[in-house]
Nanobody
Framework: QVQLVESGGGLVQAGGSLRLSCAAS????????MGWFRQASGKEREFVAY???????YYADSVKGRFTISRDNAKNTVYLQMNSLKPEDTAVYYC???????????????????WGQGTQVTVSS
């Protein structure tokens, strides 16, 4: 069983920055693909960013150029650096881990095996 714990959320003004962290338990973190998702009030959870075991990264168009996902396998942690934040980035942010191998769509919730509890990010205008 893998536990994921997010941190780093908070209230920030538009144009500001935040860095989210997601710490994972277990000794096989380096074998997981990791994703960040977000869910705004009244909306469905949506894909934000993804990093595979080799360090390859992919982003939603809405955050491309502003957000950066990275991982530190020695610390069992994945990060989401968020710059130039906008009010529409306001949401609960979740990290997710995929332990299974195979071909899959990294943008779909159902393809992840473990989820964190989420951290609130609020961007004021």
């Amino acid at each position: 069983q893998v536990q994921l714990v997010e941190s780093g959320g908070g209230l920030v003004q538009a144009g500001g920055s935040l860095r989210l962290s997601c710490a994972a338990s277990g000794r096989t973190f380096s074998s997981y693909a990791m994703g960040w998702f977000r869910q705004a009030s009244g909306k469905e959870r949506e894909f934000v960013a993804y990093i595979n075991r080799s360090g390859g990264t992919y982003y939603a168009d809405s955050v491309k150029g502003r957000f950066t996902i990275s991982r530190d396998n020695a610390k069992n942690t994945v990060y989401l650096q968020m710059n130039s934040l906008k009010p529409e980035d306001t949401a609960v942010y979740y990290c997710a881990a995929r332990a299974r191998s195979g071909i899959y769509s990294y943008t779909e919730n159902r393809n992840y095996d473990y989820w964190g509890q989420g951290t609130q990010v609020t961007v004021s205008s």
